[in-house]
């Protein structure tokens, strides 16, 4: 008997080991986070301390999960996987990213905190390359602390945001990611200044900015702003309910109709509360990535948040990324197995900006 457990002892640590020793992203802030085809990239950020070695290292990581998909259920296929020895881009962190592209599998990559001057990266997800891409235009500059957003013809608007040279800006800059042009979006009632907002794609071709931080204060949530990417014009409008306290630095996915904010019913275990995180729906999740706010090791860097029932939202908490199933709680009708996450229909009666702080 001791003699088989001698030999069985150093095996089994042999193995523990390997499993602790697979990629183990740090810790961050400031991050983006990008899904395409069925891989969520997480890119650069800050790190929690102030360690200059270590926010080097965290500012230039770059690594993603792998998910599909049946019916309403998510799956992730993998570890995380480590992609940073074939990353270009310098240590950064505060960037917009958003997928788009001539076969719109690329990832765009403008702006941020760093010491180089390129405005934009990309990065080939069907070969594994980045590069900086040669953009036509008039003179843009370098903004960060914003939200890119892409549209269904692969135009990203980067409105807003914090630069160096011109401070806490309003200006809203698209950037053709198809024909690589940039362009430049209304300024007429447009929001006041702001960094570090909330920002989506409506169904109705209108993208909703709200909240976000002026420099000197926290702006409320009462009054959203619309810019319609057709007409390329801005509206303002009121909300009803009761509107969540005023806040910045933190996520939002899916969208709103009628503007009225509500408390939804949510189940599950309730994790800390984070800001700066990110946020992507997958499925039928709104998965979350990193952020402040929670303790490594004791919580997952990933949260996943299942809203396809807009009664009930469901929280499915992961410690460790490792291939597993992750099942909603209700059956939506759905009418296609499908593998293909485009396809994800929700069927937001109107509602909500889940935003978490
Ligand atoms: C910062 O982190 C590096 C790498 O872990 C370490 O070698 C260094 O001692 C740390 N510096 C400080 C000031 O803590
Ligand atoms: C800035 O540039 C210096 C040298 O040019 C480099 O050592 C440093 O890592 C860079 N920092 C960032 C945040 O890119
Ligand atoms: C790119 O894919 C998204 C779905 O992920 C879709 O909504 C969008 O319309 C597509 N863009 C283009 C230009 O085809
Ligand atoms: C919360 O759940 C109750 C009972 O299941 C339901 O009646 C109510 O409409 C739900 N609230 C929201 C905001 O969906």
């Not at 085809?37 to 993603?64: D, P």
């Not at 405005?119 to 980045?130: F, G, M, R």
């Not at 549209?151 to 198809?178: K, P, V």
């Not at 007409?231 to 939002?252: A, E, H, M, Q, V």
């Amino acid at each position: 008997m001791i003699f088989i457990a001698w030999y069985l002892l150093p095996f089994l640590i042999e193995v523990t080991n390997s499993q602790i020793e697979s990629f183990r992203p740090k810790e961050r802030i400031y991050h983006t986070s990008t899904f395409i085809n069925n891989k969520l990239y997480i890119l650069g950020g800050n790190s929690i301390s102030t360690n200059a070695t270590i926010n080097e290292i965290v500012g230039k990581e770059f690594f993603y999960l792998e998910f599909s998909k049946t019916f309403n259920t998510i799956i992730i296929n993998s570890l995380w996987q480590d992609l940073t020895k074939i990353n270009t881009v310098p240590s950064h962190w505060a960037a917009a990213s958003a997928k788009g592209g001539i076969n719109n599998d690329t990832l765009f990559l403008y702006g941020g905190f760093s010491n180089e001057t390129s405005l934009i990266h990309t990065y080939d997800s069907q070969n594994d390359l980045w590069s900086i891409p040669n953009v036509k235009g008039d003179y843009v500059i370098k903004k960060r602390s914003l939200t890119g957003i892409i549209d269904y013809n692969g135009n990203m608007y980067l409105f807003g945001g914090a630069s160096s040279e011109f401070g806490i800006l309003n200006d809203m800059i698209i950037l053709d990611t198809i024909n690589l042009i940039w362009k430049s979006g209304s300024l007429i009632n447009a929001p006041t200044p702001r960094f570090y907002y909330g920002a989506n794609l409506l169904p109705n071709q209108n993208i909703i900015y709200f909240g976000g931080h002026n420099g000197k204060e926290i702006i409320e949530l009462n009054e959203i702003h619309l810019y319609d990417i057709v007409n390329n014009d801005w509206n303002i409008k009121k909300t009803s309910g009761s509107s969540p306290s005023k806040r910045y630095l933190f996520s939002t996915v899916l969208d709103t109709i009628n503007f009225e904010w509500y408390i939804p019913n949510v189940s599950g275990d309730i994790p800390a509360n984070r800001y700066d995180h990110k946020s992507n729906v997958i499925g039928n999740f709104m998965v979350i990535s990193f952020g402040f706010g929670y303790e490594q090791g004791k919580e997952s860097d990933l949260l996943l948040l299942d809203i396809s029932n807009n009664e009930e939202y469901k929280w499915s908490i992961i410690f460790e990324p490792s291939p597993s199933i992750v099942t909603p709680t209700s059956s939506l009708p759905t009418s296609t197995q499908s593998n293909d996450f485009s396809s994800t229909n929700h069927n937001s009666r109107i509602v909500l900006l889940v935003a978490i702080l």
